[in-house]
């Protein structure tokens, strides 16, 4: 059977069996789910109990990764056992069948984006430490849920999917890009996206190449990427897990990825990194990320974790699988040994939007520890971010625009209980970053009638003769605190385009 014409059928039989999002997560319940988020099976096995019906059938092929019998499966994928077998999705095991691959429905209450993932199956389901093969494919991780996540969702020409493992960024990316290129250096990764696209009916152009090759005359609007960004001490490639390490020394590979996705961008075409950097010994952290970028980019860099070399040591020799082996602790000194070499104090982990401005100025650039709660999805936060970049932020435009202050501001006060004022005023967004800003009461004040109807300057003179204050001495003090006020999306011109 033609392979289009399996893809077509295998999706009919998918749906039939109600192999979806929403009837498999109702099926196994939300402990079965929690527990395959943790790599375990018995909540849901327990849901399924001796059922064998065809969803039944397809959760203990895909989700237990047990073998079905032979009738089961025929039962839940008609005339298909053999296709699939040909083409390394099934195994045949005589009168049963079982998973040569992962096939999972997906889902995204974000943005709507459905399907189905088709990727290799956990190595480690129930804990059984099976290693890992070097050409594995991931499945959808967390780490590809928070790329998905920061990822700028409006419509777009042209974007890039760099590494795209089980292809899921790219069936976000096809709902609001006309076009879609998705590139991996593991042929059997492009194999198995090729999979996920054809069933979730997502039109994508799949390369296979080394970073940026397959793209090298290519223009983009967007590029998403959570590149294998594991600093490990450097392996025989043949043991090497493509998904998760390059080879490159320490953070070579982010940067690479960083550096190298410049020239690529079109005018406002921007970079969305989930990734790993390298914290050295006596140098400034943010000013090297600064510097991969170079002062004609913007630049907004968020930290969101900053890991120890022993935690960070332990999570990725966990995830390899070598907890309790002999390995274990060999490979933990090496690796702490590699460290130590190449000056590494401490890993941060977090994200990185790179854009290059439309027209010729100078880069914005923010490179920001920032660990605190967000609400996700931060992509419209990212957005923001990047269009607050664009306004002119002189003195004279400052005053003479008119401001409005975001929806989702709330004030809080600290203080001595009982106290006729408070100690601290702080205001605070509900939305995407949940930035935080102290205030004073002039400050506040001015914050608080940004209604679009006075312009900076009216409303700065008004509080500073409230106050009964110097209106010299308030705007200057003002105007030194705006920038990041505009920056954070505490404020935003009344009039689109104007500021
Ligand atoms: C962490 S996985 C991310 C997969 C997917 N983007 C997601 O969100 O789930 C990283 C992917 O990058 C691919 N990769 C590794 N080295 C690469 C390289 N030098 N060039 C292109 N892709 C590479 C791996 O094969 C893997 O599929």
Do not use: K
Request: proline content about 6%; some cysteine; glycine content about 10%.
């Amino acid at each position: 059977m033609p392979r289009t014409d399996l893809i077509a059928r295998f999706r009919d039989a998918l749906l039939a069996a109600d192999w979806t999002p929403d009837a498999v997560l109702q099926r196994i319940g939300e402990a079965g789910q929690a527990g395959l988020w943790r790599n375990t099976t018995i909540a849901t096995e327990a849901a399924l109990g001796t059922d064998d019906d065809p969803q039944a059938t397809l959760a203990r092929l895909w989700l237990l990764q047990q073998s079905v019998s032979h009738v089961d499966a025929e039962r839940a994928l008609p005339g298909l056992l053999s296709g699939l077998t040909e083409h390394g999705l099934l195994t045949d095991l005589g009168d049963r069948v079982a998973a040569a691959v992962d096939v999972r429905p997906y889902g995204s209450d974000d943005d709507g984006a459905t399907g189905w993932v088709v990727s290799d199956l956990s190595p480690s389901l129930d804990h059984s430490g099976t290693p890992t093969a070097p050409d594995y494919v991931l499945g959808v991780s967390p780490a590809s849920t928070t790329l998905a996540q920061l990822t700028v969702r409006r419509p777009v020409a042209r974007a890039l999917d760099l590494g795209t493992g089980c292809g899921v960024q790219s069936l976000h990316l096809a709902r609001h890009v006309d076009r879609v290129v998705a590139t991996d250096l593991n042929p059997r990764a492009l194999e198995l996206a090729r999979w996920t696209w054809g069933l979730s009916g997502a039109d994508v152009d799949g390369r296979l190449g080394d970073l940026y090759a397959p793209v090298a005359d290519d223009l983009f609007d967007l590029i998403v990427t959570n590149p294998p960004f594991v600093m490990s001490p450097p392996r025989p490639e043949a043991e090497r897990l493509t998904y998760r390490e390059s080879g490159l020394t320490g953070d070579g590979l982010m940067q690479r990825v960083v550096t190298e996705a410049l020239p690529r961008l079109a005018p406002g075409g921007r970079l969305q990194v989930l990734g790993n950097w390298a914290h050295l010994r006596d140098r400034d952290w943010a000013e090297r990320l600064r510097e991969w970028v170079g002062p004609e980019f913007d630049l907004l860099v968020l930290e969101r974790e900053l890991l120890d070399p022993y935690e960070y040591i332990e999570m990725w020799l966990a995830d390899a699988g070598l907890t309790g082996t002999d390995e274990w602790a060999p490979r933990y000194r090496e690796w702490l040994s590699y460290f130590d070499a190449l000056g590494v104090e401490a890993v941060g982990m977090g994200w990185l939007q790179v854009i290059r401005p439309e027209s010729h100025r100078a880069g914005v650039q923010r490179v920001e520890t920032w660990p605190h709660q967000i609400v996700q999805p931060v992509g419209e936060a990212f957005a923001a971010a990047g269009d607050a970049a664009t306004l002119d932020l002189s003195a004279e435009r400052m005053v003479n625009t008119h401001w409005t202050l975001a929806d989702g501001i709330d004030q809080e006060t600290l203080g001595r209980p009982g106290a006729a004022d408070p100690e601290h005023v702080v205001l605070r967004s509900r939305r995407g970053f949940c930035r935080a800003v102290e205030v004073d009461t002039a400050l506040g004040g001015i914050l608080g009638a940004c209604d679009g109807d006075l312009s900076l300057g009216v409303l700065i003179s008004a509080v500073a003769q409230v106050l009964e204050a110097d209106a010299n001495a308030l705007r200057t003090e003002v105007l030194e605190r705006w920038p990041a006020l505009v920056l954070d999306g505490f404020v935003e011109p009344a009039t689109p385009g104007v500021g």
